[in-house]
């Protein structure tokens, strides 16, 4: 599934998969809508058949669309520096 590495070294190697972060939309005063969320995951992007085989695993940021409703206990507040983080360390792509 993942040539030769577990899920679970994947969870090692990356930490932040292991979380779920949310973002809180930006309320205008005028707004009768109770506030809207969105969440960020991070996932593994798939492996492409021309990489060589002792390749690093590459990861991307999944968004969901904003929604309304709460943030759950175990989800984590969104920074952006985290987006930031990802690109450095991968070397953008």
């Known amino acids: 599934m993942y040539q030769n590495r577990s899920y679970q070294d994947l969870l090692n190697y990356n930490p932040l998969m ?6 809180l939309e930006k309320q ?3 707004d009768p809508q109770p506030p809207r969320i969105r969440t960020h995951q991070l996932v593994k992007i798939p492996v492409v058949y021309d990489e ?3 390749a690093q695993p590459r990861f991307r940021w999944m968004t969901s669309q904003w929604y309304f409703g709460e943030p759950e206990p175990h989800m984590k507040k969104w920074d952006e520096k985290l987006r930031a983080t990802l690109g450095r360390v991968q070397g953008g792509y």
């Open 52 to 54: 060589p085989p002792d």
């Open 18 to 23: 292991k979380n779920t972060y949310y973002e």
């Open 28 to 30: 205008r005063k005028d």
